[in-house]
């Protein structure tokens, strides 16, 4: 009986020793999953950090993970089905282009091979019809101050670039931002052009001024201040403009409701952007 008592107990003990064993590999594998998941929210939290203020990098972008460009190009449902939206996550062939007619009457053209020429006489001055789905507002651009963007600004709007685009991010109290063709905050023009930057202090309420990913990294993205946290920015952004008429609109796209993150729920969507000269 001694014997078998012992055999007992013997056995007993192992049984609790393997079950002791296989709680703490459990525990083990849960604290992994947590700490994986802490990870994983951290990397998200610096990769919007750094897509809050300018433009995605397309370079960067092509290396980032499948994740994270399929959360950049989730797409809205269009808020009328009689508004056409141009876009696409492919873009059609470059076009090497002069200036374009200032009446308005050049063909759209949506990818260049080279920034443009000077087609504008920074002594006038050029003013922007932005027409929404939401409304109109008018911007006065500052060919002075920022000629090489303004004429930037104009080329691309006398080739009806912008017409069919979307505000792709709107934040609340700081700024909605527009001008990719791809609607993911990645796209561009197919080329880069120089910084024309403000002193600190410039930018205002209703300012408009081009989003970038770097030094001398402007293309076709520019956004428009609608709070505190805009006009507080660092001087890094060029300062082409600013609203003077359709404020209002402005405001109501800056308010515009959002899913996780900036992607409004609804296409903001340009219908047509016109410039006049005087």
């Known amino acids: 009986m001694g014997t078998e008592k012992r055999a007992r107990q013997k056995e007993l003990h192992r ?46 972008s092509k290396a980032a993970s499948a994740s994270d460009k399929t959360a950049q190009s989730t797409s809205s449902t269009p808020v009328s089905e009689t508004v056409e939206t141009t876009v696409a996550t492919s873009l059609p062939e470059a076009q090497d282009v002069g200036c374009p007619a200032a009446d308005g009457s050049s063909e759209r053209v949506a990818q260049f091979t080279k920034a443009p020429a000077m087609c504008i006489d920074p002594a006038k001055n050029y003013t922007a019809k932005v027409t929404t789905n939401q409304g109109e507002f008018t911007i006065a651009l500052d060919a002075k101050k920022a000629p090489k963007t303004v004429n930037n600004f104009v080329t691309l709007a006398r080739y009806h670039y912008f017409d069919g685009l979307i505000f792709h991010r709107i934040i609340k109290d700081f700024m909605f931002q527009g001008g990719d063709p791809t609607g993911t905050g990645s796209g561009g023009p197919g080329y880069d052009f ?17 989003a970038n990913s770097g030094p001398d990294t402007n293309g076709s993205q520019f956004f428009v201040i609608t709070g505190p946290s805009g006009v507080s920015l660092p001087p890094s952004y060029s300062l082409f403009g600013k609203v003077t008429d359709g404020t209002d609109v402005a405001d109501k796209i800056g308010l515009t409701a959002t899913a996780q993150g900036d992607r409004p729920l609804e296409d903001v969507v340009m219908t047509s952007v016109i410039i006049t000269e005087s």
Request: proline residues 2%; negative net charge; hydrophobic residues 45%.
């Open 15 to 60: 049984s609790r020793l393997e079950a002791a064993q296989k709680e703490a590999q459990n525990q083990a594998k849960k604290r992994t999953v947590v700490n994986v998941s802490l990870l994983a929210l951290v990397a998200v939290l610096a990769a919007g950090a750094f897509v809050f203020f300018g433009k995605d990098d397309e370079k960067s």
């Open 194 to 210: 120089e910084d024309e930057l403000p002193q600190q202090g410039d930018y205002e309420k209703y300012s408009v001024a081009m």
